[in-house]
Nanobody
């Protein structure tokens, strides 16, 4: 059973930084996808950043140049370093993971496993 536990959220002023962590257990995929998502009150959950076992990294346009996703493969911990935070970054942040596979239609990641979330609040 895959378990994901996030930590590192908090309250900061605009321009500040936070680092989120997601500890993954029961996770044995050699080909994987892991990502950070966020959901603000009254809004849909959006993807923030993803990392794949082949080294591919993607970011939402809104966080490019400010956020960095990384993974400690030895400890199986996913990180999200968030710099130059803005009030619009305020949201519940979730870690997600799944097996990544490819077929004739391309790459697939269902993100079936989710953490409980960690709150990030940025004040102006």
């Amino acid at each position: 059973q895959v378990q994901l536990v996030e930590s590192g959220g908090g309250s900061v002023q605009a321009g500040g930084s936070l680092r989120l962590s997601c500890v993954a257990s029961g996770y044995t995929y050699s080909s994987y996808c892991m990502g950070w998502f966020r959901q603000a009150p009254g809004k849909e959950r959006d993807g923030v950043a993803s990392i794949y076992s082949d080294g591919t990294i993607t970011y939402a346009d809104s966080v490019k140049g400010r956020f960095t996703i990384s993974k400690d493969n030895a400890e199986n911990i996913l990180y999200l370093q968030m710099n130059s935070l803005k009030p619009e970054d305020t949201a519940m942040y979730y870690c997600a993971a799944d097996e990544y596979y490819t077929d004739l239609r391309g790459g697939h990641c269902a993100y079936n496993f989710w953490g409980q979330g960690t709150q990030v609040t940025v004040s102006s």
